[in-house]
């Protein structure tokens, strides 16, 4: 069965200095990948995906990720964080070419001090 | 941008009771989705639903759960009797193609007392 593994409950990082989420997975094949954001109180924001081709994948509001397959990892990066990035940020997969069901990490909730 | 709506933002029942979730998906979008997140949980699949009728359903998916199309542009999550343990965040998720994201509403908190 898949499964995704966000190993990071909580991260807390300085405004400006860089960031790294880690997302391993488990599943038979290259999946596809999705790094989604939910800030308190609302819903779940697309940040950026993974399908194929270019394993470094540009998203919304500064974000990137690189897929490596020898690892079975999407970590997602910025390179200097915002006071507005504080959200939990969920990694997810689905199966490739198939409408069914994302199965989500547990989250990591990102803090950012001034 | 299109967005998936979602109402009510907050719902409170009580125990017992039947609510009904409602979903607007982004208008050409065929695939539907309904996940729950149990508070400081991780964010579960209930049911997908595609051409009229369900495509896959997840284990608590069970009898006391129904979706509907009841139009072209609703998509329901009906919950009977509900239990304590149904409190969550209902999210509703849409997609155009196979091939394409899903793109998420807001969320009903659904809270039972």
């Known amino acids: 069965a898949q499964s995704v593994t966000q190993p990071d409950i909580h991260i807390t990082v300085s405004e400006g200095a860089s960031l790294e989420l880690r997302c391993n997975y488990s599943?038979?094949?290259?999946?596809?990948l999705f790094w989604y954001v939910q800030s308190p109180g609302q819903g779940l924001q697309l940040l950026l995906k993974?399908?194929?081709?270019?394993?470094l994948v540009q998203g919304i509001k500064g974000f990137e990720a690189e897929f490596k397959r020898s690892q079975s990892s999407f970590n997602l990066r910025k390179p200097s964080v915002h006071w507005s990035d504080a959200a939990e940020y969920f990694c997810?997969?689905?199966?490739?070419?198939?409408?069914?069901?994302?199965?989500f990490g547990s989250g990591t909730q990102l803090t950012v001090l001034p | 941008e299109p967005e998936v709506t979602q109402t009510p933002s907050h719902q409170v029942t009580q125990m017992g009771q039947e609510v009904i979730l409602r979903c607007v998906p982004i208008?050409?979008?065929?695939?539907f989705y309904w996940y729950r997140q149990i508070l400081g949980q991780k964010v579960e699949f209930l049911v997908s639903?595609?051409?009229?009728?369900?495509?896959?359903k997840s284990e608590i998916f069970d009898d006391q759960f129904s979706v509907e199309r009841p139009d072209g542009s609703n998509f329901t999550l009906k919950i009977r009797s509900t239990k304590l343990e149904d409190s969550a965040m209902y999210f509703c998720?849409?997609?155009?193609?196979?091939?394409?994201?899903?793109?998420f509403g807001d969320g009903t908190r659904l809270s039972i007392l």
């Open positions: 998720a849409s997609r155009a193609t196979s091939n394409q994201p899903q793109h």
């Open positions: 599943y038979g094949a290259t999946p596809y």
């Open positions: 993974y399908f194929s081709g270019d394993t």
């Open positions: 997810a997969v689905g199966p490739p070419g198939s409408a069914r069901q994302l199965t």
């Open positions: 208008s050409n979008h065929l695939y």
């Open positions: 639903f595609y051409n009229n009728e369900i495509s896959e």
